[in-house]
């Protein structure tokens, strides 16, 4: 007989969408989990590329734990709207956070990849009274301009063309992170991308968003003002590094620390710049840890 718990049912998420001032629609999903009255309310906000999509199965995890778990969809990424204009700065990118944190209607603890932790940064501020926290996962004010210039060559070379199908996609992916186990399936790949009208598959975002104006933000004034917000960034912070990544190396996590000494760090064995892709377990436990830690040194 098997004296085994039963497994917890995660909770499904409701489909919502957030009009920003711009006109931009975020496609978002919100899971409300058991018992929240003294839970936080946490915003996962994916990387440059990707979709919200790529937590894994962390939201379900926190949304079990008992909190409101919101994730979406960045600008010109899967089902949110393309910019009608074309702008994909890190400011638009920031503005849209806002929104996001707004909708929520309580200060957030915004947890972001990449160029949605940059999102976060941007949007802390402008308006720091909408966050509780802020969860960096590889991604500093400056990043190592090599593993910048690995990630869009990557993003770049297929860009026009696509793929003719899931497996070839798969191995443009398998090249690109060597360190991973390739999965058995693309059924997961196929959330990322689109089919067009030529039958072929492209990443699921507009190209505009690796346009010369796009990358024209990250300038050395662009990264002097991320450099400024994290002098000014007083709410409580957690660095999460993949050990093997290229984009945050020891420099960029030392620079990092100096600027906001308060900030805790973790760093993840075994996984590159998309640590909640390559250690989920370990990535969401992290945050688990990080969230508690919020709860306990909140004042009563």
Known sequence: MNNQPPAAISPQPDSLSI????????????????????RSTIV?????????????????????????????DLRGHGESTWAADGDYSHAAFGQDAIAVAQW???????????????????????????????VLVDITHRPSSSGVDRILSFMKADLEHGFATLEEAADAVAAYQPHRQR??????????????????????????????RSEGT??????????????????????????????????EVAAFRELVPHASFVDVADAAHMIAGDRNDVFTSAVEDFVAELGRSAPN
């Open 19 to 38: 009009r920003t001032p711009s006109g931009v629609t975020i496609s978002a999903r919100s899971w409300t989990g058991e018992g929240r009255e003294d």
């Open 44 to 72: 996962l906000a994916h990387g440059g590329g990707q979709t919200h999509h790529s937590w894994g199965g962390t939201a379900a995890t926190l949304a079990r734990a008992g909190h409101r778990v919101v994730t979406f």
């Open 104 to 134: 929520c209607g309580e200060p957030v603890i915004w947890i972001g990849a990449s160029l949605g932790g940059i999102s976060g940064l941007v949007a802390i501020d402008t308006r720091p009274e909408l966050f509780a926290a802020l």
């Open 183 to 212: 999965p058995p399936s693309t059924a997961g790949l196929a959330k990322n991308l689109r089919r067009g009208e030529d039958e072929r598959w492209r990443w699921h975002w507009d190209p505009a968003f690796l346009s010369d």
């Open 218 to 251: 990250t300038t050395d004034d662009h990264w002097a003002g991320l450099h400024r917000a994290c002098q000014r960034l007083e709410r409580p912070t957690l660095l999460i590094r993949g050990r093997l990544s290229d984009l945050v190396t020891d420099s």
